[in-house]
Each structure stands twice: as structure tokens, then as C-alpha cells.
């Protein structure tokens, strides 16, 4: 296949799903196809398992090493590798299952012509700004750090972005409406990988924000930046594995303590940086 793919894998502690995962790209994908694999602060046995693979693999095969980043700089540290192609940002607990995936992203990207940016083969939404009464409600939830009483007061007012109008894969385990296998789906954002992210549009606007690390709304950002760069966005659903259980981090209770205020500054901030395109 001419069209070169380059696939980014962010790990984190997924030995027990790791080796399906490598195994399901190994299967699924051309011998020209690049594999980055992102050890991201690993205390398992994930990078063992990493550098089997890689002694194994067909493909050529790259592997980072990195401090417990979290998955939004792990995956810019994979997109800093790649010149040309597909970008295919997986996730280390998603096994692909369609042989002819490649063959399916080329065919899709001819049809819809030059202007298709990212596409996600789990979910696609549209975004908004939420309502005053939901604004007010989830700052309200959140265990604010400021000290000052005007600043806590004025942070519940605090504009965010939310998703709605969602539809996702006939193999995730959500409960919105269900696409079907290989029809694209335009939405305003593509979310969670695999995502598939054209070069056309990674040379164009670049890595994701890293202003949103360590997570949180990383995609419905880079998606804004696509549709004011002039492309189009959604949803292809391509067959997959993934199972309930799977997707449970590793990371620290203090990390998982602090994720709801983290995922909300990420939407107040993807709203402040792109408030202009929703106003129009």
C-alpha cells in the first residue's frame, strides 16, 4: 500500500491487554506500516512486553520512554515522529479486528475528498456551550483550589464546552445510538481513538494542546481547530475489540481524586480558546 500509516500507542500499565493489542495491529495493518509505542511511566511488566514485541514484529517499530506523562503527551511525543501518512492514535486497551482497516481509511478518505480531518472509529459528537444552569451546577461540584472567596464565587460562572448528539461504534459498550460498520458519520469532533488524523491537517494545525495537559477534551479541542482550518470531522466505525473493565487505570487515587476538576478546567479552557467560532 503506497499510503504510509503510522500508528502512536500511549501505555500505561495494560499488561493483561497489551499483548492482544500489539497482536491486533500487528494483524491488522501493512508491513510499511510505522508502530510508536509510548511507555508512559509504566511500574508492570508492560515495557517487557513492549520490547518483545518489538524483537518480533514485522513492522518497523519505535519505542519512547516517558515519566508518567499522562496520554495527551504521549501522544504528542509520537506525533513529533512522524513525517508523512496517517496518524492512527490508539489506545492500549482497543484490539482491532478488520484486516482490510487501512484499505477502508484510504477508501474513505478518497471518497470524501481532501477536507476530511479527523475520524474516530469509537465516537463522534457535536459540541456547545453549555447552558447558564448547567455552567452554574457543574462548577459547583468542583472542589476549587483558589482561596479567595470573589475568585471561588466568579469560577462557577465559568463558560465550558460540553458534547452532545452522540453516536458511537457497534463494538463500544456506551449506551447512545449505535452507527453502523463503514458509513461516516459527520460530527463536530471525533472521540477517543483509535482517531485517525490526515497529515494534510497534522502539517496544517499541528499536535494537540498542551495546555489541556495532563487530559481532558484534548480531542473536541484539536477537532475546533480542524473545522476552523476548513476540514470536517466524525465518525467511521471500524470493527473492534474492546471489553467493559478493560479501561480502568492504574494511576494514583490522588489522580483520580482530582480528575473531575481537571476535566472541567480543560472544558472552560477548550471554551475561552475557541468562544469566537461558537459565537458566530
Not at 513492549?50 to 519505542?63: E, G, L, Q, R, Y
Not at 496517517?86 to 492500549?92: A, E, N, R, T
Not at 494542546?209 to 480542524?226: H, K, M, Q, T, V
Amino acid at each position: 500500500m503506497k499510503n504510509k500509516f503510522n500508528y502512536i500507542v500511549p501505555i500505561f500499565n495494560k499488561e493483561d491487554v497489551l499483548p492482544k493489542t500489539l497482536e491486533g495491529i500487528e494483524k491488522c495493518t501493512s508491513s510499511q506500516s510505522k508502530i510508536i509505542l509510548v511507555v508512559d511511566g509504566c511500574t508492570d511488566s508492560s515495557e517487557s512486553i513492549v520490547d518483545n514485541f518489538i524483537k518480533n514484529s514485522s513492522h518497523p517499530t519505535a519505542k519512547l520512554v516517558l515519566p508518567n506523562v499522562h496520554m495527551l503527551l504521549s501522544v504528542n511525543a509520537g506525533i513529533e515522529k512522524v513525517t508523512s501518512g496517517f496518524s492512527v492514535i490508539m489506545q492500549d486497551d482497543i484490539v482491532l479486528q478488520d484486516v482490510h482497516t487501512e484499505e477502508k481509511i484510504v477508501e474513505l478518505y478518497q471518497r470524501e475528498g481532501d477536507n476530511l480531518g479527523v475520524i474516530s472509529f469509537r465516537y463522534g459528537a457535536n459540541l456547545r456551550p453549555t447552558s447558564f444552569l448547567q455552567t452554574l451546577r457543574v462548577n459547583k461540584s468542583v472542589e476549587w483550589q483558589e482561596k479567595n472567596v470573589y475568585k471561588k464565587f466568579k469560577s462557577y460562572f465559568n463558560q465550558m464546552i460540553e458534547t452532545f448528539d452522540v453516536i458511537q461504534s457497534p463494538d463500544d459498550n456506551a449506551e447512545y445510538p449505535k452507527a453502523e460498520y463503514e458509513t461516516y458519520y459527520n460530527r463536530m469532533c471525533a472521540i477517543n481513538g483509535p482517531n485517525v488524523i490526515p497529515w494534510n491537517l497534522l502539517r496544517k494545525i499541528g499536535k494537540l494542546d498542551e495546555n489541556i495537559a495532563p487530559y481532558g477534551y484534548d480531542d473536541p479541542e484539536y477537532c475546533l481547530r480542524s473545522l476552523k482550518a476548513g476540514f470536517k470531522n466524525g465518525l467511521f466505525a471500524i470493527k473492534y475489540l474492546s471489553e467493559e473493565g478493560w479501561s480502568g487505570s492504574s494511576r494514583s487515587p490522588e489522580f483520580k481524586k482530582n480528575a473531575q476538576r481537571i476535566i472541567t478546567k480543560s472544558r472552560i479552557y477548550v471554551y475561552d480558546k475557541h468562544k469566537n467560532y461558537f459565537n458566530k
